[in-house]
């Protein structure tokens, strides 16, 4: 059965700027996915791609294996999308807008099926409240209801527990858990919240200057966190493949005078430290990062976490202090 | 008696009579061999008003030997109201203005009827002119003067309800809508 | 019911119900009341005038429902876009085709409001002369394609400009382009270049057939090439909305 989302190597330019150059991505059935990058990252037009509703300038998209630039219609009926704004219409109830919507999916709801939507997300008290009237976490909420209105299987949330309270956002997260696990649907969840994100996703992928910079299991990329280190660069690094004893140490980011690389399970720091120095990389401090999600995420968006020790200072000669 | 003077032709005309009585009078100084007259229909109404239409019908004669060609009919007409006198502009009173025949043979007649849509009040005559290139100076036909009466065009009875009517319905509809949209907004999530 | 029929309802509903589209009415009311008061206390007016008057109005409901149809078109791509809900229409199932037809019904809707606005004050200054069902009729028939044209054109422009601002403008300004012709009247078609601008603007067409049929009284089939070019313009601003909203390289269509 093909996944509900995937996305390899996707560069998308936006007039003449390139906006993604290399994400990948995948959604699995019953997986919630959560995609987390620092604001301008290229989440909100990784999912215009994924939707379709631009054309990739490399790479591939395929919503339920097809391409959705050429998938028919009805196909778009299988996704739900909160967008980040709930781009709602305020004369209109509640009930009415629902219905309305099931109309363009091509699902037409009655009166039962409103009620039923409304009570997933806990608005089953408003249905005839014009939206105009509705709170910033009922219009959140009346959103959800609006991507749930086709039953999808694949469902796209971006930031959709802003303007939630707690009590609302732990009933949305809770509605998405279910989702995946008791009808299978595939959640991908764009969020600057990374307590949600530890809270329901069973996998991540992180973008940060339009390229995904890791993409994997949740608890695969939280139990590594130990094995990544930043290193103070005093140049360029050369570009070649490096591998210490045989395991990799993979680059995992750059920028001006840093670079974060993970180490190998089996790979002593020390002895990388020295294949690096060999390979002519100009190291000049080495730092451990933290570990847990926060600390995960900063290092890989090319932020700092909270300073931890240096591990290993290195001479001008290249000693190890 | 009202004296007008148009394109150096001087034509008599009596005061307005009532349109049934009119009769058809020509006027051919100049031109020998054409004739012209020009009546209005009677089946047109005798006291005609603003919006009313008025048919005439001209009829051009050629006495001569010889066939008239190029020969231009056209229509003119008159405002004869004292302190009113003008040619009018026959630009929204008639599509017929003028028609051009190539070839009118000798002791022939051609007949038209034009319409005119009364736009005005006031007293007119109806004038229809003919002329060839060979003999530039035309022979006029007048119609009698007619009057038409005046009609209000635009009641205040009618346009006072609807354009300060409409605008209170809709702004009360929109004063209406903005306090219903805006009651209670801000309402508290109701977990 | 179809989901272009679903939108049109939605689109249209909005100008009836919502209060930004009643204000829009009540603008337009505004408008044409102010110039029927005008006319009061004038009793010299002769059936000319009057003609003018009518035909004045009739003019004045089709610009009105231009820049409507104009304003609705820009709001229902790039306003949309702004308020985050183009995004979630074009990611339905509904196929692109009938979300623009139906945003056209919309448009044709309010025009229909319009033309009901409309009707009264064209009674109320008309009815006493001999115009008004001309009035009625071509407003309808040469008002409708120009009006729509208007919306669909604003929609290709609200899809291709980034923002809903700029996209208005540009509207505006076609719009007081293809009126120009009205304001600079004979002058302008003292050259080819002007005469044949004149002849191929649908909305300087449609007022000079209103013009025809209310003050001079000509028939409505005298007019039918003014007819097709309106409707011509309304099938081309109708593909360039349509090609508007097909994704393209380089361009995002809801973000």
């Known amino acids: 059965m093909a996944l509900p989302l995937l996305i390899e190597g996707l560069r998308v330019r936006r007039g003449f700027r390139t906006v993604l150059h290399d994400v990948r991505l995948r959604v699995a059935a019953g997986e919630v996915c959560g995609l987390l990058?620092?604001?301008?990252?290229?989440?909100?037009?990784?999912?215009?791609?994924?939707?379709?509703?631009?054309?990739?300038?490399?790479?591939?998209?395929?919503?339920?294996?097809?391409?959705?630039?050429?998938?028919?219609?009805g196909m778009r009926a299988r996704v739900g999308l909160v967008p980040e704004r709930d781009g709602l219409t305020d004369w209109m109830t509640a009930a009415d807008y629902l219905q309305y919507w099931a109309v363009l999916q091509g699902r037409p709801i009655g009166p039962e099926g409103v009620t039923a939507l409304l009570s997933e997300v806990g608005l089953d008290a408003s249905p005839d409240l014009l939206?105009?009237?509705?709170?910033?976490?009922?219009?959140?909420?009346?959103?959800?209801?609006?991507?749930?209105?086709?039953?999808?299987?694949?469902?796209?949330?971006?930031?959709?527990?802003?303007?939630?309270?707690?009590?609302?956002?732990?009933?949305?997260?809770?509605?998405?858990?279910?989702?995946?696990?008791?009808?299978?649907?595939?959640?991908?969840?764009?969020?600057?919240?990374?307590?949600?994100?530890?809270?329901?996703?069973?996998?991540i992928a992180v973008l940060a200057a339009g390229r995904t910079v890791a993409e994997g299991p949740l608890q695969d990329l939280l139990g590594r966190g130990g094995n990544r280190y930043r290193l103070r660069l005093g140049g360029s690094v050369p570009k070649m493949a490096l591998c210490v004893d045989s395991a990799p140490v993979?680059?995992?980011?750059?920028?001006?005078?840093e670079a974060l690389v993970e180490l190998g399970a089996n790979v002593a720091p020390e002895t990388a430290w020295r294949a690096l120095l060999f390979a002519g990389w100009p190291i000049q401090e080495v730092r451990r990062e933290a570990g847990g999600l926060e600390a995960l995420y900063l290092s890989l968006t090319g932020a700092r976490a909270e300073p931890q020790p240096a591990v290993a200072d290195v001479t001008p000669d290249g000693d190890l202090a | 008696m009202i004296r007008i003077v148009l394109h150096g032709i001087v034509l008599a005309a009596s005061a307005a009579v009532p349109l049934a009585s009119a009769a058809p009078r020509a006027c051919d100084p100049t031109a020998a061999q054409l004739a012209v007259t020009v009546t209005p229909d009677p089946r047109g109404p005798t006291a005609p008003r603003m919006g009313d239409r008025l048919a005439f019908r001209w009829m051009v004669v050629n006495h001569g030997a010889s066939a008239a060609t190029g020969m231009i009919v056209w229509l003119t007409l008159l405002r004869v109201d004292t302190g009113h006198e003008q040619a009018v502009d026959l630009e929204d009173w008639s599509t017929d203005k003028a028609v051009l025949v190539d070839n009118l043979a000798s002791n022939n007649i051609i007949r038209r009827t034009w319409t005119l849509r009364l736009i005005s009040s006031g007293t007119y005559r109806v004038l229809v002119g003919v002329a060839t290139p060979d003999v530039p100076v035309p022979t006029v036909a007048a119609s009698e003067a007619f009057t038409v009466a005046p009609k209000l065009v635009v009641e205040s009875i009618r346009v006072l309800p609807v354009a300060l009517g409409i605008p209170f319905t809709l702004g009360i509809l929109l004063a209406f809508r903005l306090v219903r949209g805006h009651a209670g907004t801000g309402t508290e999530d109701a977990d | 019911m179809s989901p272009s029929a679903a939108i049109a309802r939605y689109e249209g509903g909005e100008i009836l119900a919502s209060p930004r589209g009643l204000a829009w009415l009540l603008a337009a009311a505004a408008v044409l009341s102010s110039f029927a008061l005008l006319l009061i206390g004038s009793t010299e007016l002769g059936l000319l005038d009057n003609a003018q008057v009518v035909c004045g109005m009739a003019g004045l409901a089709v610009a009105l429902g231009a820049v409507i149809a104009a304003v609705m078109g820009v709001d229902a791509m790039a306003g949309e876009r702004e308020r985050g809900a183009l995004l979630p229409l074009l990611a339905t199932a509904a196929p692109r085709r009938s979300i623009l037809l139906g945003k056209l019904g919309g448009q044709a809707l309010a025009w229909a409001a319009m033309v009901a606005l409309a009707a009264p004050y064209l009674w109320a200054v008309g009815s006493t002369g001999?115009?008004?069902?001309?009035?009625?009729?071509?407003?309808?028939?040469?008002?409708?394609?120009?009006?729509?044209?208007?919306?669909?054109?604003?929609?290709?422009?609200?899809?291709?400009?980034?923002?809903?601002?700029?996209?208005?403008?540009a509207s505006l300004i076609t719009l007081l382009l293809a009126a120009s012709p009205l304001l600079l009247g004979p002058s302008l078609r003292q050259s080819a270049l002007g005469r044949g601008f004149d002849a191929v603007n649908p909305f300087s067409g449609a007022i000079n057939a209103l013009d025809a049929m209310?003050?001079?009284?000509?028939?409505?089939?005298?007019?039918?090439?003014?007819?097709?070019?309106?409707?011509?313009?309304?099938m081309v601003a109708y593909a360039a909305a349509l090609g508007s909203l097909q994704p393209r390289a380089g361009r995002d269509l809801a973000t």
């Open chain 1, 131 to 203: 939206t105009a009237r509705c709170s910033q976490g009922m219009r959140r909420r009346l959103a959800v209801a609006r991507a749930l209105v086709a039953g999808p299987e694949l469902l796209i949330l971006d930031e959709p527990t802003n303007g939630l309270d707690p009590r609302g956002r732990r009933r949305l997260l809770g509605l998405l858990h279910r989702l995946a696990r008791q009808r299978g649907v595939g959640v991908l969840l764009c969020t600057h919240l990374l307590g949600d994100v530890e809270r329901v996703c069973d996998r």
């Open chain 3, 130 to 169: 001999q115009n008004l069902g001309m009035a009625l009729l071509g407003l309808v028939l040469f008002g409708t394609p120009v009006v729509l044209a208007a919306g669909a054109g604003a929609m290709a422009l609200g899809a291709l400009l980034h923002s809903a601002r700029a996209a208005l403008v």
């Open chain 1, 37 to 73: 990058g620092p604001n301008g990252a290229g989440k909100t037009t990784t999912i215009a791609a994924a939707l379709g509703l631009l054309v990739p300038e490399t790479g591939h998209v395929r919503l339920f294996g097809e391409d959705p630039l050429d998938a028919s219609d």
């Open chain 1, 250 to 257: 993979r680059l995992l980011h750059q920028t001006q005078g």
């Open chain 3, 214 to 234: 209310i003050v001079d009284g000509e028939s409505l089939l005298s007019q039918g090439w003014k007819l097709t070019f309106a409707v011509a313009w309304l």
